[in-house]
């Protein structure tokens, strides 16, 4: 079983950054695909930007030029950095991890972009 914990979540006004961080348990990261979702109450979870185990990289239009993602096989880490947050970027993100045995999620962080 995969534990996937995400953190860097919390209160940012617009035009600010933030980074979220997915750790998993395990050296799993290298192997999988991982990709950070979010979800408003009540709508489905949309994808935000994933990476392959070979470092292919997709975006959202909506976030392309504003967010990157990046892996750190050495600490099973995913990291999500936002910059240039806008409010309808409020929403709980999460971290999704995929591989050949399993396709687990994280309890996901709140992002709240507000003045």
């Known amino acids: 079983q995969v534990q996937l914990v995400e953190s860097g979540g919390g209160l940012v006004q617009p035009g600010g950054s933030l980074r979220l961080s997915c750790a998993a348990s395990?050296?799993?990261?290298?192997?999988?695909?991982v990709g950070w979702y979010r979800q408003a109450s009540g709508k489905q979870r949309d994808l935000v930007a994933s990476?392959?185990?070979?470092?292919?990289?997709n975006y959202a239009d909506s976030v392309k030029g504003r967010f990157t993602i990046s892996r750190d096989n050495a600490q099973n880490t995913v990291y999500l950095q936002m910059d240039s947050l806008k409010p309808e970027g409020t929403d709980v993100y999460y971290c999704?991890?995929?591989?050949?045995?399993?396709?687990?999620w994280g309890q996901g962080t709140q992002v709240s972009v507000s003045t």
């Open positions: 395990g050296s799993i990261i290298r192997i999988s695909v």
């Open positions: 999704n991890l995929q591989h050949p045995y399993g396709n687990y």
């Open positions: 990476i392959t185990s070979g470092g292919r990289i």
